[in-house]
């Protein structure tokens, strides 16, 4: 009944937008209309997913405390990092996403590379997927069927108000997911009992800090948490503010609240570990849902359908947010640059309606198709971030202004690095027993084994290496006769 | 960790439902009229 009536909720919302959509403008950065708490909304509920609520819980279960800092809390640097020095230079640029960004600072190849990265890391898989989880464990549903209708419901209001319905959508989802997590730990804590007490009936190291991370693994997801600078959901959210001064205010308010969110799903991940070593859940269940098993285990029907809701809340916000950005590099960033010329405002606003439906049913397939989800979101998040990171920064932070060739060759490079690199871990790669990854190995001698989570640690280097060639030689021709 | 776990769902329940009062009290500024200006547009060939 909550799950129906939530879902009614936000068809009417998009019906009701859609009336005040006038323009490409009005569609994809909601007229530039976005205030602070709206932006926080957005913000929070879009960036946190299903993967957020569902990997973290589950890193928790299989890690402990680990899950928290070693996982979660860099990101909270890069996103005070990106309010302070990205946001307020970002939003002084005439753009409307992430590849026009780097388009306005390198060129057209530059903005085909970033939106073909940006394409890549914005498809929803991992939120489609884990909406087929939802309908798995509390309704019976094939995972496929409930995919299917929660992206059909996602992309029926996104397609008709744009962000605007997305992010009034958000609000709500919002309060959902937000209220929904804390009621849940609230209820775990009285009946499970405290951090301190499950790690005591634990043991071994599920309260340290770091787990059983060596310090290699800590620096890749250090590295893996510098997206944010480059997140393409934040770009078109900062050109949608009403300021900077707005955005910066959300993205700060947003660490508390990501912060808090991220605390309880781990400890929730704690008490499913705890209710597993007790016998009180079966060892043989599904770790990618334990969350959702803790949840049907300890709260009451009503609650059970308002945490079903929040993470059906979770899962959509993250949907139509991403499906929107998507659809607007396949046709803003993507088909206006090859055609060279700017399309007029009906056609663009038609064909990313379009488009969202294909980003959609991509969404599906691929994310229907990946055996593991986290393989999926690594490989999205080291393009995105090969291709974009460094052109970005250099552009928005160095006192001077890198030439065009610089941006060019560090974006092109650094996507072609990722690409190459993934595919020869799909040809080559060789499983490695017991950890759930994969590993490619180089070298004959003194082979050299490199995991798929450390793709980054190649393909980031291939970029500003690039980046410095074409620099050093963009101003070789600057100097020339 | 037990006040971590307490200020977390503090922040969680009562603080977004107070962002979600915040964003009601200032949902006309949102619906409201679009400020000239406000959003930008660049063409395909925005090459600096």
New interface residues.
């Given amino acids: 009944m909550v799950v129906a009536a939530y879902l009614a909720g936000m068809l009417a919302i998009g019906a009701l937008v859609a009336r005040?959509i006038g323009g490409?403008?009005?569609f994809f950065?909601?007229?530039?209309?976005?205030?602070?708490?709206?932006l926080?909304?957005t913000l929070v509920s879009t960036y946190y997913g299903l993967d957020v609520t569902f990997g973290s819980s589950e890193t928790a279960y299989l890690e402990g405390m680990a899950a928290f800092f070693a996982y979660s809390a860099p990101f909270y640097l890069a996103y005070v990092a990106t309010a302070i020095w990205v946001t307020p230079r970002l939003k002084k640029l005439?753009?409307?996403s992430l590849p026009?960004a780097m388009?306005?600072?390198?060129?057209?190849p530059a903005?085909l590379a970033a939106a073909l990265a940006s394409f890549v890391y914005s498809a929803p898989i991992l939120s489609v997927v884990g909406m087929g989880l939802i309908g798995r464990v509390f309704f019976g549903w094939p995972v496929w069927i409930a995919a299917v209708i929660g992206a059909a419901i996602a992309l029926v209001y996104t397609v008709l108000g744009g962000l605007?319905a997305d992010a009034l959508t958000d609000?709500v989802q919002?309060?959902a997911m937000?209220?929904s997590?804390?009621?849940a730990?609230?209820i775990a804590?009285t009946t499970v009992g405290?951090?301190?007490a499950i790690?005591a009936r634990l043991g071994g190291q599920v309260?340290a800090p770091l787990g059983a991370l060596s310090p290699w693994e800590v620096l890749v997801f250090a590295l893996v948490a510098l997206t944010p600078l480059v997140e393409p959901v934040f770009y078109q959210r900062t050109?949608?503010a009403?300021s900077a001064r707005q955005m910066v205010r959300a993205l700060l308010?947003g660490v508390?609240?990501w912060?808090?969110?991220d605390?309880?799903v781990v400890?929730l991940g704690l008490v499913g570990a705890d209710l597993v070593a007790a016998g009180t859940l079966p060892a043989s269940l599904d770790e990618s849902a334990i969350i959702l098993h803790v949840a049907a285990r300890l709260l009451p029907a009503g609650l059970l359908g308002l945490f079903v809701a929040g993470c059906l809340a979770s899962a959509m916000s993250t949907i139509d947010s991403y499906t929107l950005v998507a659809a607007g590099n396949l046709v803003y960033d993507g088909w206006?640059?090859v055609?060279?010329?700017?399309l007029p405002d009906r056609t663009l606003l038609r064909a990313t309606r379009v488009c969202a439906g294909v980003t959609l049913a991509v969404a599906l397939v691929l994310g229907l198709s990946f055996e593991r989800l986290r393989d999926a979101w690594i490989f999205m998040s080291t393009v995105l971030l090969s291709t974009t990171l460094v052109p970005m920064l250099a552009a928005l932070r160095l006192a001077r202004?890198p030439p065009?060739r610089a941006g060019q060759w560090g974006a092109i490079a650094g996507l072609a690095a990722a690409l190459a690199l993934f595919a020869a871990f799909q040809v080559f790669g060789q499983d490695v027993a017991g950890e759930g990854t994969t590993a490619l190995v180089i070298g004959l001698d003194r082979p050299v084994r490199v995991e798929r989570e450390a793709a980054l640690l190649v393909t980031l280097p291939c970029s500003g290496l690039a980046f410095a060639a074409g620099w050093w030689r963009g101003r070789r021709r600057e100097a020339g006769p | 960790?037990?006040v971590?776990?307490?200020?977390?769902?503090?922040?969680?329940?009562p603080?977004?439902?107070a962002?979600?009062a915040?964003?009601l009290?200032?949902?006309r500024?949102?619906?409201?009229p679009?400020?000239a200006?406000?959003?930008?547009?660049?063409?395909?060939?925005?090459?600096?």
């Fill in positions: 005040r490409f403008d009005d950065v909601a007229g530039g209309r976005m205030t602070t708490p709206l926080v909304c005439p753009a409307r026009e388009g306005h600072f390198y060129g057209p903005r605007l609000t919002f309060v937000c209220v997590a804390a009621a730990a609230a804590l405290t951090p301190a790690g309260l050109f949608a009403v308010l508390a609240l912060a808090a969110y605390w309880c400890y206006q640059v055609r060279r010329r700017s202004r065009a | 960790m037990t971590a776990t307490w200020l977390a769902i503090a922040v969680l329940g603080g977004s439902l962002v979600f915040w964003f009290h200032d949902v500024r949102v619906l409201g679009r400020r200006g406000a959003a930008r547009s660049g063409g395909p060939g925005d090459a600096a």
